[in-house]
T-cell receptor
Framework: EAQVTQNPRYLITVTGKKLTVTCSQNMNHEYMSWYRQDPGLGLRQIYYSMNVEVTDKGDVPEGYKVSRKEKRNFPLILESPSPNQTSLYFC?????????????FGPGTRLTVT | GENVEQHPSTLSVQEGDSAVIKCTYSDSASNYFPWYKQELGKRPQLIIDIRSNVGEKKDQRIAVTLNKTAKHFSLHITETQPEDSAVYFCARGIQGAQKLVFGQGTRLTINP
């Protein structure tokens, strides 16, 4: 089954404790992206990657890191989480965001930082 | 700027009536305009999209219209049904930029 998976789905952590949210897709997509969703603000892009070893900042990259060592995986790293990073996070992938295909979203990760 | 303004933020319609959600943008380089539907507790899913070389696109009860001159595009849902209740997001993209900017979302409620 073609899908985008994220883990964990729910996470409660404390300020400053490093965490990683994994994202994996099995559709051989080149493009992957991370978004955060907050009430009244829609979906805001954190980082994106157009291919292996190619990553770029989105609109709200502060406090986040990503890596793309393999085509299928695109982990989101919070080195020192803060309460303002409490949010719902979505990973997404597509063959080519604009020209060819829709973005497929993962199930989401609800993160709470206390 | 880059933002997409989406209105209304909430919309309540009677089952069977039509619903219209409108988005405006300012970047004239935008040429791709998708709409995503997010049901409660679920992930966003693409329902329809339009590119700047057409003015309207229809898929059964859903249609999207684009006015490039006025820089706005709208989602039209006719003969609404309870399963249409969800949050709808518009977005704009620029070919080659590999980036989508989303609107703030509209919570649509269909009243039986």
């Amino acid at each position: 089954e073609a899908q985008v998976t994220q883990n964990p789905r729910y996470l409660i952590t404390v300020t400053g404790k490093k965490l990683t949210v994994t994202c994996s897709q099995n559709m051989n997509h080149e493009y992957m992206s991370w978004y955060r969703q907050d009430p009244g603000l829609g979906l805001r892009q954190i980082y994106y990657s157009m291919n292996v070893e190619v990553t770029d900042k989105g609109d709200v990259p502060e406090g986040y890191k990503v890596s793309r060592k393999e085509k299928r995986n695109f982990p989101l790293i919070l080195e020192s989480p803060s309460p303002n990073q409490t949010s719902l996070y979505f990973c997404a992938s597509s063959f080519d965001l604009i020209n060819r295909d829709e973005q497929y979203f993962g199930p989401g990760t609800r993160l709470t930082v206390t | 700027g880059e933002n997409v303004e989406q209105h209304p933020s909430t919309l309540s319609v009677q089952e069977g009536d039509s619903a219209v959600i409108k988005c405006t943008y300012s970047d004239s380089a935008s040429n791709y305009f998708p709409w995503y539907k997010q049901e409660l507790g679920k992930r966003p899913q693409l329902i329809i999209d339009i590119r700047s070389n057409v003015g309207e696109k229809k898929d059964q009860r859903i249609a999207v219209t684009l006015n490039k001159t006025a820089k706005h595009f709208s989602l039209h849902i006719t003969e609404t049904q309870p399963e249409d209740s969800a949050v709808y997001f518009c977005a704009r993209g620029i070919q080659g930029a590999q980036k989508l900017v989303f609107g703030q979302g509209t919570r649509l409620t269909i009243n039986p």
